[in-house]
């Protein structure tokens, strides 16, 4: 599953089996983390629910105007230099 689970972390704060070090007390021993325990009538977990309806969303259309800005422009750029490209395609 990789529907960039780094922006799932960062942005939304949702901790799970990918960054095991966020649970200072939860070893790899240990039962799952909260969004690791499998549903029991799905049997996914809470993270790869959410990844699934992230997938099945479309983004909200690009505003033409606002994209040839200057500032979206260099905004584009740095967004690609950083490596979010890599997960959020532009197509």
Request: with cysteine; glycine share 4%; net charge negative.
């Amino acid at each position: 599953m990789s529907s960039c689970p780094y922006s799932l972390r960062n942005e939304l704060g949702m901790r799970n089996h990918l960054y095991p070090d966020e649970y200072p007390t939860h070893a790899a021993s240990d039962s799952p983390t909260p969004f690791d325990t499998p549903d029991s009538k799905t049997h996914k977990t809470e993270l790869a629910r959410l990844v699934d309806e992230i997938r099945h969303t479309d983004p909200p259309p690009r505003d033409p105007i606002l994209a040839a800005s200057p500032d979206a422009q260099a905004g584009e750029k740095l967004f690609a230099q950083i490596g979010c490209a890599l997960c959020h395609v532009p197509t």
